[in-house]
Nanobody
Framework: QVQLVESGGGLVQPGGSLRLSCAAS????????MGWYRQAPGSQRELVAIISNGRGNYADSVKGRFTISRDNAKNTVDLQMNSLKPEDTAVYYCNANLFGSDYWGQGTQVTVSS
């Protein structure tokens, strides 16, 4: 098992930046894929970015604006979000797939508004 805790959400103006961080309760060295998802009100949860084998893959809507990274020494996965848009407003969740089971954090709210 692994517990995930997200932090770094908040209110930001359009065009601004935020950095989300996900702290894992155990080593992530052996967790191949970790990612960030988001869910806006009235919408399904969607993949934002995933990092696997050192490479990040992104939803088309965030390519060029968001960057996912992981630090195996600190057991963290971060999401740097730049050029934020109102449509990025959502609850952002960290995900880890461990031995075929999905684990989720509690989520952190990101609101992009002027």
């Amino acid at each position: 098992q692994v517990q995930l805790v997200e932090s770094g959400g908040g209110l930001v103006q359009p065009g601004g930046s935020l950095r989300l961080s996900c702290a894992a309760s155990r080593t992530i060295f052996t967790i191949n894929a970790m990612g960030w998802y988001r869910q806006a009100p009235g919408s399904q949860r969607e993949l934002v970015a995933i990092i696997s084998n050192g490479r990040g893959n992104y939803a088309d809507s965030v390519k060029g604006r968001f960057t996912i990274s992981r630090d195996n020494a600190k057991n963290t996965v971060d999401l740097q979000m730049n050029s934020l848009k109102p449509e990025d407003t959502a609850v952002y969740y960290c995900n880890a797939n461990l031995f075929g089971s999905d684990y989720w954090g509690q989520g952190t709210q990101v609101t992009v508004s002027s």
